[in-house]
């Protein structure tokens, strides 16, 4: 067996990824290419986010339920989502905001492909509120619309671990 029919260990929002290497499917490396398997406990997300190096990114759901969608960029901002059941599948476009999240009470599992082999991740409540040195929080109150207290405890939180 791969290795990839074995989730890993649940992440702070619930999600447990396991990530295609060499070391799980041989021949994988320097392929251009990220496969990810993810189990999402009930409830579970990945916070809104996006992937640099990667042009597409293809969700497959393999049990579950999931909602899945992504913004458009300036000006319109519109979300377009999708409730996706077991067999479903979507695309999201090149470096657009998306997100992803298990709305059953079951856990759903999905695989998640990229063209790219290192497509990173860039979440956007991690990368704002855990940046190091902190990114001034009456400067964050003033771009989210929130009161600089709010903004210096999220400041204070476990993000993704």
């Not at 989730?7 to 060499?22: D, I, K, M, Q, T």
């Not at 990173?120 to 940046?131: K, L, R």
Request: charged share 15%; glycine share 8%; aromatic share 14%.
């Amino acid at each position: 067996m791969s290795g990839l029919g074995r989730p890993g260990h649940y992440n702070s929002y619930g999600v447990a990824p396991v990530f295609a290497s060499a070391a799980t499917i041989p021949g994988f490396n320097t392929m251009g290419q990220t496969f990810i398997r993810a189990e999402f406990a009930p409830n579970g997300y990945w916070p809104p986010h996006r992937h640099p190096r990667a042009a597409s990114e293809i969700i497959y759901i393999l049990e579950g339920t999931m909602e899945v969608g992504f913004v458009t960029s300036y000006p319109a901002y519109k979300y377009y989502s999708k409730v996706l059941n077991k067999g479903g599948a979507i695309m999201i476009p090149f470096g657009l905001v998306h997100t992803v999240r298990n709305v059953a009470s079951e856990k759903c599992v999905i695989t998640v492909s990229f063209n790219s082999q290192n497509p990173g991740f860039i979440y956007m409540p991690d990368s704002v509120f855990t940046a190091k040195p902190a990114i001034n929080s009456t400067y964050l109150a003033g771009a989210f619309k929130l009161d600089e207290k709010t903004v210096k405890d999220l400041q204070t939180k476990m993000w993704y671990i």
